[in-house]
T-cell receptor, first 115, second 112 residues
Framework: DVKVTQSSRYLVKRTGEKVFLECVQD?????MFWYRQDPGLGLRLIYFSYDVKMKEKGDIPEGYSVSREKKERFSLILESASTNQTSMYLC??????????????FGSGTRLTVV | DQQVKQNSPSLSVQEGRISILNCDYTNSMFDYFLWYKKYPAEGPTFLIS?????DKNEDGRFTVFLNKSAKHLSLHIVPSQPGDSAVYFCAASASSNYKLTFGKGTLLTVNP
């Protein structure tokens, strides 16, 4: 089974801190994604990457950046954490479409609280 | 502009009855549809999918129906069990890219 591992389940950070959320997948997937989930808003795409060192903005990239130096690892960076970034953050990976496996595999999520 | 819509934020059903979760989409380029299930404090897990060349796909208690002309799909769970209580997300993608677009989710509560 594909595993997507997020480094922390719960994090509490102070306003203004730089925050790193790490995600690692173990099945050689090309695509990786970062979402946040908020009540009433569903899953919103922050950034995604379809190859090493490649990244594209999703629907809500403001206040975030990402890094993908290795295929298996995709990091989400909050440059200066703010209280409105308190949320559940979900990492996902997927193989390219047309290669037999569809959909995403998600990590367990990181509940980030910014105080 | 929301391309995938789940208009019911919540649904409550009795154990043993049918649960029907609905999803509408607006983008005619979508040709693959998925349902994910999410428990609190966990990541979403894949449940069932359907390609636009089909109008029905079944997997045990779960069946997804697709009506392309109406741009509507639904997930049927029969019989519903208390362990099915979770948030269900509808998602869609187009052949031209690998991104999934998600709906806002429906919270299903199955009462014993």
């Amino acid at each position: 089974d594909v595993k997507v591992t997020q480094s922390s389940r719960y994090l509490v950070k102070r306003t203004g801190e730089k925050v790193f959320l790490e995600c690692v997948q173990d099945m050689d997937h090309e695509n990786m994604f970062w979402y946040r989930q908020d009540p009433g808003l569903g899953l919103r795409l922050i950034y995604f990457s379809y190859d090493v060192k490649m990244k594209e903005k999703g629907d809500i990239p403001e206040g975030y950046s990402v890094s993908r130096e290795k295929k298996e690892r995709f990091s989400l960076i909050l440059e200066s954490a703010s209280t409105n970034q308190t949320s559940m953050y979900l990492c996902a990976s997927s193989i390219m479409r047309g290669q037999g496996v569809e959909g995403y595999t998600f990590g367990s999520g990181t509940r980030l609280t910014v105080v | 502009d929301q391309q995938v819509k789940q208009n019911s934020p919540s649904l409550s059903v009795q154990e043993g009855r049918i649960s029907i979760l609905n999803c509408d989409y607006t983008n005619s380029m979508f040709d693959y549809f998925l349902w994910y299930k999410k428990y609190p404090a966990e990541g979403p897990t894949f449940l069932i999918s359907i390609s636009s060349i089909k109008d029905k796909n079944e997997d045990g208690r779960f069946t997804v129906f697709l009506n392309k002309s109406a741009k509507h799909l639904s997930l049927h769970i029969v019989p519903s069990q208390p362990g099915d209580s979770a948030v269900y997300f509808c998602a869609a993608s187009a052949s031209s890219n690998y991104k999934l677009t998600f709906g806002k989710g429906t919270l299903l509560t199955v009462n014993p």
